[in-house]
């Protein structure tokens, strides 16, 4: 079956930009995870929703960062006033339901998007 | 703050050279331990799964076990294809919203003839 998809795969951004990065999860999975990828680093949690609501932003590192999922499945992350700082793989992965069931907690991850801020 | 620590962080095996990978962990109560596979440009693909000490899962070439401090990853008798970067990250109990993985920087694996 389908996996995670992710798109743009890659993005070049000026500084001071704003770009959106889409995740399209595995269908029928309850809960979405957005984390950022530094290179030669394991990737770090930015957020996290159950259905359409979010229900962990810790991660986000400023206001600058926003995340959505408004109808409970296709999820937006979206960075304003892009800072070079900013450059990284953002990683989408989705699982079925974290409600206890440890079988289905499994995270599944997407290829990423490679964020370039120049 | 639960955090994960893994060694070396690369490894240079030949064929047929099998060894392990370490991954050392301090959390608050431990929901799960994930092992992934991550390939250059590509997201990490899932291994496998520990839940408690003593636990062991193996597939094709490799082999997970789980203690109360520390997991290993064994490969036996490598194949280049399993050169690669390992993910070891762990789960909180489920208490709230603490259902987020965290990582260590991985160990990077690569195997040649």
């Known amino acids: 079956g389908a996996g995670v998809s992710q798109s743009p795969r890659y993005k070049v951004a000026k500084r001071g930009q704003d770009v959106a990065l889409r995740c399209d999860p595995i269908s029928g999975h309850v809960s979405l995870f957005w984390y950022q990828q530094a290179l030669g680093q394991g990737p770090e949690f930015l957020t996290y929703f159950q259905n359409e609501a979010q229900l962990d932003k810790s991660g986000l590192p400023s206001d600058r960062f926003f995340a959505e999922r408004p109808e409970g499945s296709v999820s937006t992350l979206k960075i304003q006033r892009t800072q070079q700082e900013d450059s990284a793989v953002y990683l989408c992965a989705s699982s079925f339901d974290t409600s206890g069931d440890t079988v289905t907690d499994t995270q599944y991850f997407g290829p990423g998007t490679r964020l370039t801020v120049l | 703050e639960d955090q994960v620590t893994q060694s070396p962080e690369a490894l240079r095996l030949q064929e047929g050279e099998s060894s392990s990978l370490n991954c050392s962990y301090t959390?608050?109560?431990?929901?799960?331990l994930f092992w992934y596979r991550q390939d250059p440009g590509k997201g990490p693909e899932f291994l496998f799964t520990?839940?408690?000490a003593g636990e062991e899962k193996e597939k094709e070439r490799l082999k997970a076990t789980l203690t109360k401090k520390e997991s290993f990853l064994h490969i036996t008798a490598p194949k280049p294809e399993d050169s690669a970067t390992y993910l070891c990250?762990?789960?909180?109990?489920?208490?709230?919203?603490?259902?987020?993985?965290?990582f260590g920087t991985g160990t990077r694996l690569q195997v040649t003839l």
């Open positions: 990250a762990v789960q909180a109990s489920l208490t709230g919203t603490a259902s987020k993985l965290t």
């Open positions: 959390v608050s109560g431990l929901r799960g």
């Open positions: 520990l839940y408690s």
